[in-house]
């Protein structure tokens, strides 16, 4: 199995950046299919961006699509969530997943993951 733990949260201003890290040890990184979510008080978590674990294909929700990009490096074990143009809309907590399921499309569902960091929290101030 796996241990993820997100960084980099913070407050930060509307059209400001930040870079969240999502550390991982365990079993090797590069087995795990990665993604980060979204979750506001009384919404149900969302997807945010992901890779897929055959090709490493990316996929965004629309609502950050040109904004936010997604990125790992195997070699540190680590995911990234680079945000950029940020909005108010954007403050969540972000949470960083893994799954083991072997597939080349990006998997966007919460219960296809298993592993879940304890989320860091982005506020965007207008």
């Known amino acids: 199995q796996v241990h993820v733990v997100e960084s980099g949260g913070g407050l930060v201003q509307a059209g400001g950046s930040l870079r969240l890290s999502c550390a991982a040890s365990g079993r090797t990184f590069s087995s795990y299919a990665m993604a980060w979510f979204r979750q506001t008080p009384g919404k149900e978590r969302e997807f945010v961006a992901g890779?897929?674990?055959?090709?490493?294909?990316?996929s965004y929700a629309d609502s950050v699509k040109g904004r936010f990009t997604v990125s790992r490096d195997n070699a540190k074990n680590t995911l990234y969530l680079q945000m950029n143009s940020l909005k108010p809309e954007d403050t969540a907590v972000y949470f960083c997943?893994?799954?083991?399921?072997?597939?080349?499309?990006?998997?966007?569902?919460?219960?296809?993951?298993?592993?879940w960091g304890q989320g860091t929290q982005v506020t965007v101030s207008s």
């Open positions: 997943a893994a799954s083991e399921r072997l597939t080349h499309a990006v998997l966007t569902a919460t219960d296809w993951y298993t592993y």
């Open positions: 890779f897929s674990f055959i090709s490493g294909t990316t």
